[in-house]
């Protein structure tokens, strides 16, 4: 059996309590290297003793008890040593100017008063701040070992942060009740900094320096040890008071601009204001507040009071556009813009305001733009009045010329659109460089201009003479690019109008005059008129006007053809008569052009044509015939010319003058006029015709036949018959002869055009107009209705009605009303029913 060697060891001794003998000389040999580090006197120390002493201290397990006794130390250090220093600061004086906002002091000994407590205070951080540096590294195993250990926060965090509860939080006990005021040290020091911005904001010159090293030293100190980034102290305590100050501020300045001061006045200053607190950000307080506190200038500063400084009388938004204030506006956008939801209206309250304040005015100047056409006097000829002041200031009284009506009303169409595009470039203009292009702004102008050029009775009929009178006589002399403005000009008059039908109408009839009184100044301008306009409104919308131009080139080539034909035929007779033939297709031109008008007037009648003309006629239908079999033609007189030369005998008993001797003249006049003026020729001197007479033999119709002899003899420069009594009207009962005394200084000699086609619609024209508009509506409704049925087949009212406006919105705006009658009408002529069971459903019956 083997046994195991036994070994004789000595008795184990307790070993005395080592720990508890090393804390005490390591401890005492770190506070007083504390001390000295607080005294600033830290030079003979040596690092790696204490960094030794703390290590073993550590390494006994007693790394708490050095945690808490360092702690303990700095506590009793801010009571005995930092805290008396800087109560000697807290003077009653401070605490009432700072605190409770005591009035009295000046701004001098407040800013003096503040800045040595911000010192003291300042002062005592910075050196707290570089002790506990210092005592860091000096503890640092006890960082690395005890607080990684025990998730504790670091020993500088700790250190650090009993500035925080034993300065800032001091409640200073016998302190405050001497000054008779609940307060603490943190209380004090948010006062006094934002007592020194108040100082700034009111002009006066602070350091800056200096409240940056406190806000500093708050975003260097957290509500806990645990220091998270959203518990800094600047975060929790001062930026709320800041904002809540600066808010008191700022709404009490407010009410104090727009009580003393004008809606320019308060921009400029809003927009300084705003700089300077971005600026006091960057230099004085936390870039960190800056977007709050630009939210609370633009909240009490700006929008607060936004209406009321808009609508100021003299300096308001009416006033900044009416007088072009281009900065003023644009400040105006740029603060308002910059408010939290930027330009969306729903969001910002403060575009929504201005919004609607533009569109008011836009309809307010248009509206004044109506009016004033309704207090001008367009029957003088502008120029005309002035000049006629000063000739009655000389004491000559000088006859104003007038104008007839319809020049009147030209002249009143073309000053309302000049009136209106001004506007327009007005607005354009602050559009661009107040508004930034904000499509906000433009679509909500857009809106209004169109609001009050349709709220016009007139306006389609406006725009048309406006592009009639430019391309009759205004585009002459102008550049193409001056052309090209003009014709821009039009095309956004045309943008807005929502009866586009009755402007098409119109255009027409305009288009029409041009054309066969060959008026206009240029064929290639109108070609590029009407290739906008499909651009725009679609090729519907310039069907008939191109239709109209091709059947002038056509008639021009026919025309051509036809002189050649007569004078192959050798007919000498036919060709002492030159003619030219506008062929018109019915459907493209007015019905006023082609006979057809209203209420009878200008029907088509068998005018009875001399029979010179009579040839003539039969002569051209054979050509024209010839290669077109089937085709009607009818002469439509009422919308032709003709040259006609007259020769007028010497007077007898005249010696001299120009009466003594034969006259000849070219006399430009209407078809009918020709054919009036060729039954002069087969009377005897001295004889007359009444107008029964003359109706008589030449079947015009009555209408026809007044204009044309009002043409002819009493207009002072065409008197070629003499009317019985000489009166400025043509009745049934006048007589007329030939004037064998006219004379005129011109050999060519145009009479007026009095047409049925009248230039400008009187108010019963007008409403003749509309009439047949209506009419030809409720034809486009109809086919609208019946398209959208036969592709649908069923459909409620309300979306039927729905589908009719939106289809129907580029040519008008169709009225409930007559959809309404259209619908009934086509259920009467069965092309809808109504489904059984609901009676607001269709169906579409084929």
């Not at 102290?233 to 009410?255: D, G, I, M, Q």
């Not at 008993?653 to 000849?664: A, C, F, W, Y």
């Not at 003499?722 to 145009?750: C, G, H, M, W």
């Not at 919105?809 to 029913?833: G, V």
Request: charged residues 30%; aromatic residues 8%.
């Amino acid at each position: 059996m083997n046994s195991r060697a036994g070994k004789i060891r000595p008795v184990r001794r307790p070993i005395a309590n080592k720990d508890a003998d090393e804390f005490e000389p390591c401890w005492g040999q770190l506070r007083d290297a504390l001390t000295d580090i607080h005294l600033q006197n830290a030079g003979k120390l040596s690092f790696e003793m204490l960094y030794r002493a703390s290590y073993k201290i550590v390494l006994r397990k007693k790394g708490g008890l050095l945690y808490e006794r360092v702690k303990t130390f700095e506590e009793e250090w801010f009571r005995d040593h930092i805290m008396p220093r800087i109560t000697e600061l807290i003077t009653k004086n401070l605490v009432t100017v700072a605190l409770i906002q005591a009035p009295g002091t000046s701004a001098h000994e407040r800013r003096e008063m503040g800045e040595k407590f911000l010192r003291g205070v300042m002062g005592a951080w910075n050196d707290h701040n570089m002790s506990m540096n210092m005592i860091a590294d000096i503890l640092m195993y006890l960082d690395r070992t005890y607080t990684a250990e025990t998730k504790m926060p670091s020993i500088f965090a700790a250190t650090i942060g009993l500035f925080r509860d034993n300065i800032l939080r001091n409640t200073l006990g016998a302190a405050a009740e001497d000054l008779n005021h609940d307060f603490v040290m943190f209380d004090i020091l948010n006062a006094v900094m934002l007592d020194m911005i108040d100082l700034e904001r009111e002009g006066d010159i602070i350091d800056r320096h200096l409240l940056r090293k406190v806000v500093s030293m708050l975003e260097d100190l957290y509500e806990t040890d645990d220091e998270l980034e959203s518990q800094k102290l600047y975060l929790t305590v001062f930026e709320p008071r800041y904002l809540h100050a600066s808010r008191l501020f700022y709404r009490k300045e407010c009410e104090k601009l727009l009580r003393d001061a004008d809606a320019s006045t308060w921009l400029r200053h809003a927009q300084r204001r705003l700089a300077e607190e971005r600026d006091r950000c960057g230099t004085t307080v936390s870039y960190l507040t800056t977007e709050k506190i630009t939210r609370v200038v633009e909240q009490e500063l700006v929008m607060a009071k936004l209406e009321e400084f808009l609508a100021m009388e003299g300096s308001g938004l009416r006033t900044m556009i009416d007088n072009n204030r281009v900065e003023d506006l644009s400040i105006l956008y740029t603060l308002i813009s910059s408010v939290a939801g930027g330009t969306n209206t729903g969001a910002n309250p403060g575009m929504a305001t201005l919004k609607s304040t533009l569109q008011s005015r836009v309809m307010d100047l248009g509206l004044e733009i109506e009016q004033t056409l309704k207090d001008t006097d367009f029957s003088v000829v502008a120029g005309a009045a002035a000049e006629g002041d000063e000739a009655a200031e000389g004491g000559d009284k000088a006859k104003t010329p007038t104008l007839s009506a319809a020049a009147q009303q030209t002249a009143a169409a073309i000053k309302w659109v000049d009136d209106v595009l001004k506007l327009k470039d007005k607005f354009d203009n602050l559009w661009v460089s107040c508004f930034n292009k904000d499509l906000v702004l433009q679509s909500a102008v857009t809106k209004s201009f169109s609001d009050f050029i349709n709220l016009f009775h007139r306006s389609s009929e406006y725009v048309s003479l406006f592009i009639d009178d430019n391309l009759k006589r205004g585009i002459k002399g102008k550049t193409e690019a001056e052309v090209d403005a003009v014709l821009d000009k039009a095309i956004v008059l045309l943008r807005y109008l929502t009866d586009r039908d009755m402007f098409e109408r119109y255009y027409q009839k305009h288009l029409a005059r041009r054309l066969l009184h060959g008026k206009s100044e240029s064929q290639d301008v109108e070609k590029e008129m009407i290739s906008r306009m499909k651009q725009e409104m679609g090729n519907h919308f310039t069907t008939k006007f191109e239709g109209m131009f091709k059947d002038m080139e056509l008639s021009r080539d026919l025309s051509h053809n036809y002189r050649s034909h007569i004078n192959n035929l050798g007919e000498v007779d036919a060709a002492q008569t030159e003619l030219g033939i506008n062929v018109l297709t019915t459907n493209n031109w007015p019905p006023e052009v082609m006979g057809r008008g209203a209420s009878g007037e200008g029907t088509r009648a068998d005018c009875n044509y001399p029979p010179a003309i009579k040839r003539l006629q039969d002569s051209f239908f054979k050509f024209y015939l010839k290669d077109r079999s089937g085709r009607v033609l009818t002469w439509v007189g009422s919308a032709g010319s003709a040259d006609i030369k007259c020769v007028f005998p010497k007077v007898p008993g005249k010696d001299t003058g120009p009466l003594s001797k034969e006259r000849r003249y070219e006399l430009n006049i209407s078809t009918y006029g020709m054919v009036v003026l060729m039954l002069f020729n087969d009377l005897a001197e001295g004889e007359s015709l009444d107008f029964g007479e003359i109706q008589t033999r030449t079947n015009i119709p009555a209408p026809d036949l007044v204009r044309t002899l009002a043409s002819i003899s009493i207009a002072p420069k065409a008197r070629v018959l003499l009317k019985e009594p000489a009166t400025k009207t043509v009745k049934p009962a006048d007589r007329f002869s030939f004037n064998a005394q006219f004379y005129s200084r011109n050999i060519r000699i145009k009479a007026p055009t009095i047409s049925n086609i009248s230039k400008v619609e009187g108010d019963d024209e007008r409403k003749e107009t509309e009439k047949k508009n209506d009419q030809t509506r409720a034809h486009v409704v109809d086919a609208a209705i019946v398209r959208i049925m036969k592709q649908r087949k069923q459909l409620s009212h309300t979306q039927l009605t729905s589908e009719v406006i939106t289809q129907l919105a580029n040519r008008f705006k169709p009225d409930i009303t007559m959809i309404k009658k259209r619908i009934e009408d086509l259920l009467a002529r069965e092309y809808l029913e109504r489904v059984e069971g609901d009676s607001s459903m269709y169906r579409y019956l084929a």
